[in-house]
C-alpha cells in the first residue's frame, strides 16, 4: 500500500503554494492538484470539441475524455457506467431524484424519513418534495454525540408507509460517519427505497457501491479535488429506466416528433444539453488523483489528523466539540463552539493568521437547532494536510482567547 509519504502534498496543489496558507476547509471545497488543472487545459488547448454529436476528430476526442472519465468514476466506485449520470453537483442529483422518481411514485399517505444530520440539499427537496405531493415528512433526530438515532427510524419504517429514506453517509457538519449499510437495509426491509448523500464520503472514506447496495448514491465533484459545476449521481437501473426524466431538450431524446417524443438510453435520458465536458474530464482526473494514492490510504492520514485535532482541543476548556469523540467514528472534521467567542469571530481571527476554516450552520440548520446553536466553527482535513496545520489550527485559538480575554 502506497503511504502519504511518498505522494503529493501541498506543493501539489498550485493554490496552496502561497506563502501563509493553512487550509482547513477541505469540507467547503477541496483544492484542486496540478493534473485535475491539466486534464481541463488539455481539454481546451487540445480536444476542444462537444461530445456524443459530431465526428471529425476534436469532436471524437472530446466524447473519448469525457466518455473514459465516467468509465473511470464508475469503475472507482464499483458501479454500473450508464447508470453514472453527470449532473452539477450533489444538489442537482438530489432534486434529480426528487423531482422525477419523487413526482412520479409520492402522493397522500406515503412517508418520505431524513434526518436531523442533513445538508440542507438531502433536506429541502424531500421538504418541498411533500409538500407538492401531500406526502408525510419525517426526520430522524441525533442524540447527544450527534448520530442518529436509529430507534426513531425502526418506528418510523414499522408503520410499513415509507417509500424513500434520505440519508447522507458523512456529515459535514458534525463528522458523524452514518450506518448508512445497516439503513439501507433496515429500509429496504420495509419496501422503502435509499437516496445516500456521499458528499463528504466520496473523498474521505473508501466506498464501494456495490456492496453498499444504495437505490441512488449522489456527490459532488468539488470535495474531491475535482472542478466546480459537476456532480453525480449513480442510480439503481429499474428505477432510472421507469423514471421520467428531468430536463427536456437535446441529447436526452431518441427520436423527436409533434405527436411523440422517445427517451434516450441511459446516462443520456438524465443528461440534457451540452455537458460539463471540461468539469468531467477534470473528475475523472481527481479519481485517478486520489485513486494513486488509495482511498484507504487518505482516510488513515485523515482520521490521524482528526484524532489529533480531538486530542489537542482537548487540552483547552474554552471549546466544545460537536460529534463523537471517537475519530474511528467520524470523518475528517471537527466543528466546535468557544464559549465566549463567535464562530465567526473565530474564523477572522483564525484566517489573519493564515488558517482557513469555516464559520457558519454548514446548511444544516435543523442540526444546529438540535445543538441549540446558530453556528460553529469548522476545521476539515484534506490529503495534503500535516500535523503542524493541525499546531497552527490549535495554536491560533490561543490567540482568539487573547483578544476575547
Ligand atoms: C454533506 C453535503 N451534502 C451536499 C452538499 C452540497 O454540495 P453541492 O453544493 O456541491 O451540491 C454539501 C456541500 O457542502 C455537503 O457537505
Redesign the pocket.
Known sequence: MSTLADTPLATDFPCLRREGIVYLDS??TSQTPQPVIDAMDDYYENHRGTVHRSVYALAAEATELFESARDRIAAFLNWPVNCTIFTK????ALNLVAYTWGRANLGHGDTVVTTQLE?H??FVPWHMLCEQTGADFEMVEVDDEACLRLDQLDTLLAKGNVKLVAV?HV??AAGTINPVAEIIEKAHAAGAIVAV?G??AIPQIPVDLGELDADFYAW?G??LYGPTGV?ILHGRKELLDAMPPFLGGGHMITSVSVDEIRWGQLPAKFEAGTSNIAEAIGLGAAVDFVSAIGMETIRAHERDLCSYALDRLAERSDVTVMGPLDADRRGALVAFTHDIAHPHDIAEILGSAGVCVRAGHH?AQPLMQRFGVAATSRASFAVHNTRADVDAFVDALGEVRRIFG
Open positions: 469540507a467547503a453537483n450533489a444538489t442537482e445538508h440539499s438531502n447522507g456529515s459535514n448523500d458528499s463528504q459532488t468539488h470535495k456532480g446548511c
